[in-house]
C-alpha cells in the first residue's frame, strides 16, 4: 500500500542521458493506486513539490503530482523520461498540503493518490475542462458627444451601444447585457471604427449566482463574545496553531463570532476557510457569511458537494488564484487551497459528518487541526456540545476553552420535560408514537398560531433488543454496550469484544413476550400526525425527500415563512436552525439512537436531544421540549434535560476511560466482503491469525464476526475491531498485512482508523 518509487520506463528510449543526472522529479501518477516514477527535468523548466505535470507512461501520457525533488548522483538503473511539461504555471498543490496528504495517507493506511483526489479534485485535474467564457464589449475610445449625435442618427444601434458602454462603470459588459446577437453586427462595425473592443473572457460559475443575500453589518457584541473574539485575535497574531474549543449553548452567537473574527483576518489580508456539517442543512450559516461580506462579491466561494463539475471548477479556481478569501464547506472543503491561510473555523466540530465513510476514511476535524499547525493558522471548534474527544483535549492542555453560556438575545434555555413512555397515558389515535401530554402540548401551539418541532431519531435502527414494555435493552457484560441481535444464529453478539449471548425469549426485566424492536419510518408518523392534527400543515424531512435538489431549501423556507406548522424530520433538522416562532421541539423516541452497539451512542444521543432542543424559544416567547423515552434514566437523557453539558461530558468520560473506550484509545474496524460468505469469513479469520501474530500485545483485536449488518449491497460482511493507544501501529501492521494476504478479486478489505461507524 505504501507508496513505491520504482524508476525509469520500460521501454529504451534515447532521451535519457548516461552520465550524471543531477535533479529527478518523483512524480505521483494520477490514477487509481500508487504509482510513483522519477522523470528527469528539462533545463528550462522549473519545478518544484506540488506541482502538476505531464508525464510520458509507457506509449501514453499522462498527468501526475510531483512529489519531491531528489538529486541523483549516479547513473540510474533505468533510463529515465523527461517531464513533457507543466500543467499550470504555479504549483498547483502547497508544499502544506502536500504534507498533510502524506500525513493522511500514511495515518488512514490508504494510497496517497486518494488523499491527492481531495486535494485537487476531479473537475480540476480532468485536462480537458472546459471553462465557459462569454463574450465582453468593451469601450476603447470615448465618443465626443458631436461623434455620438452624428452616429445616432445614421446608425442608432451603434450609438446605442456607445451610451451603454459609457454609462456602465468599468466599460466591458457582456455582449448578452449589451444587446445580444442582435447588437453583435453593430459591435463589429464599432470594431472596425477602433471605438470597442471584441474579446471573451471565462464565465465565472458562480453557484449561489441566483440568490440574493442581503448585506448585513456586524452586530455589537456582548461581553462573553468579545472575549471570545479577543481570544481568536490573539491566537492569529502571536500565531498560536492550538485549537480553540468555542463552546456556546446554542444561540449564544457563535456564529456573529466567526463572522466579525474572519472579517478581522480577512482585513490583514489572510485567508479563511470556514467547515461547516453540510451545507444543505446548515443554509443559514451560509447565508450570513454571504451576506456579511456582500459588499465584495466573490469573495466567499461555496464548495458543495451538489456542485456542478464547472462550478466546482470554477469555485475551487477562484480560491486558488486567491479572488475567493473565505472557502465555505463541509468536510471535503478542509482541503481548499485556501491562500496565506489564517484561521480556520469548525462549525459543530461534534458532527458526525466530519468523518468520511468511504475511503478515505479521513476526519475532516481532526485532519483540520492538524492543517492548521502547518500553515500556521489560527483554528476555531465551535459546538453547543463538543465531542469528548475535544473535551478531552482541553483537559489534557492541548486545546484551549472559551465559553459563551448565555444566549445572545438574552432569551432562556427552553424547559425540557422527559416522559417516561413506560407509564405515561398514550393517545390512542396516535398508535402509541404520541403520548397524550405530547398531543396536547401540539394543539396549544397550533392555537397560538405557533410552530412545533417534532424528531423522530432513527439514527442506527439497528437490531438491538429493547423492551418495548418496559424499555430494557440487553447489553454485553464487558462493554456495557447494547447487543446486536443476529437472526440466523439467534444470538445476540457484541461488536466490540466479541460476547455471545442466547437471545432471550421473554425480557430478563419484566418478562413481556413482545421483546423484538418495531420501526416506524417517518412517512408512516407524518400519517398518523395528519390523521391527529387535520388543519395543520405538516412537513417531512428525511433523506427520501431532500434526495430531490433544494427540496430542504424550500421546505425550509416554507417553515421560516411560516407556510408550515409543524417539520417532522429525523437528526436532519437539528442543526443550526434559526426559527423564532418555534415555542415546542418533541422528541418522539429519544433512545432508539442508544440501542446500537457503538461507543459513542451515548454522546450522539446527548449531542442531538440538546441541539434538537436548542431549536425551541429562538424568539419572544420562551421554549418548551417534550422528550419521550422508554429510558428517562438514561444520563445521555438526564443530562440533556438540564443542558448540562459539562455533567454529561465529566460523566461519560469516566465511562469511555473505563472501558478505555476513545477518547481514551483509538478503535479501528478492518472489514471483509464478499458475495460469498465463506470466502468473507475464511479471509477474515485468516487475516485475524495473521494479525494476532503481528501485533504487539498492547493491541487488542476481536474475533472475527458477521457485521451488524451482516449483508449489504449482495456482500456478506466479517469484521474485527482493533483497540490501541497508537492509531499507527494498527494503520503499518495491518495494512501490510492485508497487502500480504494479496485476496482474490472477489474479497474486498477495508480499514477503518478512527472508526465513527460499526455497523
Ligand atoms: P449560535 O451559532 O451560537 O447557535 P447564533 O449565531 O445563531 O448562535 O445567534 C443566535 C441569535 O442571536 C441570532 O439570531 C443572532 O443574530 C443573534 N445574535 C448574535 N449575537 C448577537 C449580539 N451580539 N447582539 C444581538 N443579537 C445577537
Ligand atoms: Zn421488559
Ligand atoms: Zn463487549
Known amino acids: 500500500?505504501?507508496?513505491?518509487?520504482?524508476?525509469?520506463?520500460?521501454?529504451?528510449?534515447?532521451?535519457?542521458?548516461?552520465?550524471?543526472?543531477?535533479?529527478?522529479?518523483?512524480?505521483?501518477?494520477?490514477?487509481?493506486?500508487?504509482?510513483?516514477?522519477?522523470?528527469?527535468?528539462?533545463?528550462?523548466?522549473?519545478?518544484?513539490?506540488?506541482?502538476?505535470?505531464?508525464?510520458?507512461?509507457?506509449?501514453?501520457?499522462?498527468?501526475?503530482?510531483?512529489?519531491?525533488?531528489?538529486?541523483?548522483?549516479?547513473?540510474?538503473?533505468?533510463?529515465?523520461?523527461?517531464?513533457?511539461?507543466?500543467?499550470?504555471?504555479?504549483?498547483?498543490?502547497?508544499?502544506?498540503?502536500?504534507?498533510?496528504?502524506?500525513?493522511?495517507?500514511?495515518?488512514?493506511?490508504?494510497?496517497?493518490?486518494?488523499?491527492?483526489?481531495?486535494?485537487?479534485?476531479?473537475?480540476?485535474?480532468?485536462?480537458?475542462?472546459?471553462?465557459?467564457?462569454?463574450?465582453?464589449?468593451?469601450?476603447?475610445?470615448?465618443?465626443?458627444?458631436?461623434?455620438?449625435?452624428?452616429?445616432?442618427?445614421?446608425?442608432?444601434?451603434?450609438?446605442?451601444?456607445?451610451?451603454?458602454?459609457?454609462?456602465?462603470?468599468?466599460?466591458?459588459?457582456?455582449?448578452?447585457?449589451?444587446?445580444?446577437?442582435?447588437?453583435?453586427?453593430?459591435?463589429?462595425?464599432?470594431?472596425?471604427?477602433?471605438?470597442?473592443?471584441?474579446c471573451r473572457e471565462p464565465l465565472h460559475r458562480d453557484?449561489?449566482?441566483?440568490?440574493?443575500?442581503?448585506?448585513?453589518?456586524?452586530?455589537?457584541?456582548?461581553?462573553?463574545?468579545?472575549?471570545?473574539?479577543?481570544?481568536?485575535?490573539?491566537?492569529?497574531?502571536?500565531?498560536?496553531?492550538?485549537?480553540?474549543?468555542?463552546?456556546?449553548?446554542?444561540?449564544?452567537?457563535?456564529?456573529?463570532?466567526?463572522?466579525?473574527?474572519?472579517a478581522r483576518v480577512m482585513a490583514e489580508g489572510k485567508g479563511v476557510l470556514i467547515l461547516v456539517p453540510e451545507i444543505s442543512l446548515t443554509p443559514q450559516t451560509v447565508a450570513r457569511f454571504k451576506g456579511r461580506f456582500a459588499q465584495e462579491p466573490g469573495v466567499v466561494a461555496i464548495l458543495h458537494s451538489a456542485l456542478s463539475d464547472g462550478e466546482r471548477f470554477d469555485e475551487w479556481h477562484s480560491i486558488h488564484r486567491g479572488r475567493a478569501r473565505i472557502a465555505i464547506g463541509p468536510r471535503s472543503a478542509l482541503f481548499a487551497p485556501v491562500r496565506n491561510l489564517g484561521l480556520i473555523i469548525v462549525d459543530e466540530e461534534h458532527d458526525s459528518s466530519y468523518k468520511q465513510e468511504n475511503s478515505p476514511r479521513y476526519h475532516g476535524r481532526d485532519l483540520a487541526v492538524l492543517r492548521a499547525r502547518m500553515e500556521g493558522a489560527s483554528i476555531v471548534l465551535g459546538s453547543a456540545t463538543p465531542s469528548l474527544e475535544s473535551l478531552h483535549n482541553v483537559r489534557l492542555g492541548k486545546y484551549s476553552l472559551v465559553r459563551l453560556e448565555k444566549r445572545a438575545d438574552g432569551q432562556r434555555l427552553p424547559l425540557t420535560r422527559v416522559l417516561d413512555m413506560r407509564s405515561e397515558p398514550k393517545d390512542k389515535r396516535s398508535m402509541g408514537i404520541m403520548s397524550e401530554r405530547l398531543r396536547r402540548a401540539i394543539e396549544e401551539r397550533l392555537e397560538k398560531q405557533q410552530q412545533v418541532i417534532l424528531l423522530l431519531n432513527r439514527r442506527g435502527f439497528a437490531r438491538a433488543l429493547q423492551c418495548p414494555d418496559c424499555g430494557h435493552v440487553v447489553t454485553c457484560e464487558h462493554c456495557a454496550l447494547p447487543l446486536t441481535y443476529h437472526l440466523t444464529e439467534n444470538r445476540l453478539v457484541c461488536h466490540i469484544c466479541g460476547y455471545r449471548a442466547v437471545a432471550p425469549r421473554v425480557c430478563p426485566e419484566c418478562g413481556s413476550k413482545a421483546i423484538l424492536l418495531e420501526g416506524c419510518g417517518t412517512q408512516k408518523v407524518e400519517q398518523i400526525l395528519m390523521r391527529c392534527f387535520p388543519t395543520a400543515r405538516i412537513r417531512r424531512v428525511d433523506a427520501d425527500v431532500t434526495a430531490r435538489k433544494n427540496a430542504l431549501r424550500d421546505i425550509l423556507e416554507d417553515f421560516r415563512a411560516h407556510r408550515t406548522d409543524i417539520l417532522l424530520g429525523t437528526q436532519m433538522i437539528s442543526k443550526g436552525l434559526d426559527f423564532p416562532r418555534v415555542t415546542l421541539v418533541g422528541v418522539l423516541n429519544a433512545d432508539l439512537g442508544l440501542c446500537v452497539p457503538d461507543p459513542r451512542a451515548a454522546e450522539r444521543t446527548f449531542q442531538l436531544l440538546t441541539q434538537v432542543a436548542g431549536r425551541a424559544g429562538r424568539g419572544e416567547v420562551d421554549g418548551e421540549v417534550i422528550i419521550q423515552t422508554y429510558s428517562p434514566q438514561a444520563a445521555a437523557i438526564q443530562y440533556a434535560r438540564r443542558h448540562d453539558t459539562d455533567g454529561f461530558a465529566e460523566n461519560e468520560l469516566g465511562l469511555r476511560a473505563k472501558f478505555a473506550f476513545p477518547p481514551f484509545s483509538h478503535l479501528s474496524v478492518l472489514t471483509v466482503r464478499s458475495t460469498h460468505e465463506d470466502m468473507a469469513s475464511f479471509a477474515a479469520e485468516t487475516l485475524h491469525k495473521r494479525l494476532l501474530a503481528a501485533l504487539p500485545p498492547e493491541v487488542e483485536i476481536s474475533d472475527p464476526m458477521p457485521a451488524p449488518i451482516s449483508k449489504a449491497y449482495g456482500q456478506y460482511r466479517f469484521q474485527c475491531v482493533l483497540k490501541s493507544q497508537r492509531a499507527r501501529t494498527v494503520s503499518d501492521i495491518v495494512s501490510a498485512e492485508i497487502t500480504r494476504l494479496g485476496a482474490g478479486d472477489d474479497i474486498t478489505i477495508t480499514l477503518d482508523i478512527d472508526a465513527y461507524n460499526f455497523m
Open 1 to 198: 500500500m505504501r507508496a513505491q518509487s520504482r524508476s525509469g520506463s520500460l521501454a529504451m528510449q534515447d532521451l535519457f542521458s548516461e552520465g550524471v543526472i543531477s535533479r529527478a522529479a518523483q512524480v505521483l501518477v494520477d490514477g487509481l493506486s500508487d504509482m510513483v516514477l522519477d522523470y528527469t527535468i528539462p533545463e528550462n523548466m522549473s519545478i518544484e513539490r506540488g506541482w502538476r505535470v505531464e508525464v510520458p507512461l509507457r506509449n501514453r501520457k499522462a498527468t501526475g503530482t510531483v512529489l519531491r525533488i531528489v538529486q541523483h548522483t549516479g547513473p540510474t538503473q533505468h533510463p529515465m523520461k523527461p517531464i513533457l511539461r507543466t500543467i499550470e504555471d504555479a504549483p498547483v498543490v502547497s508544499p502544506e498540503l502536500m504534507d498533510l496528504a502524506e500525513w493522511a495517507a500514511a495515518y488512514y493506511a490508504v494510497p496517497l493518490e486518494q488523499m491527492m483526489r481531495c486535494i485537487v479534485p476531479e473537475p480540476v485535474r480532468r485536462e480537458h475542462h472546459e471553462e465557459k467564457t462569454h463574450q465582453l464589449v468593451c469601450l476603447v475610445k470615448k465618443p465626443s458627444d458631436e461623434e455620438l449625435n452624428r452616429l445616432g442618427s445614421r446608425a442608432p444601434r451603434q450609438a446605442g451601444v456607445l451610451r451603454y458602454l459609457m454609462a456602465s462603470e468599468s466599460g466591458r459588459e457582456a455582449l448578452a447585457d449589451v444587446g445580444g446577437t442582435a447588437a453583435l453586427s453593430a459591435c463589429r462595425a464599432l470594431e472596425r471604427r477602433g471605438m470597442v473592443r471584441l
Open 207 to 262: 453557484p449561489t449566482a441566483k440568490e440574493q443575500y442581503a448585506p448585513t453589518s456586524p452586530l455589537q457584541l456582548n461581553e462573553e463574545q468579545e472575549h471570545a473574539l479577543r481570544v481568536i485575535l490573539h491566537a492569529q497574531q502571536t500565531g498560536d496553531t492550538r485549537p480553540i474549543l468555542l463552546q456556546g449553548v446554542t444561540g449564544s452567537g457563535k456564529t456573529e463570532v466567526y463572522l466579525q473574527a474572519a
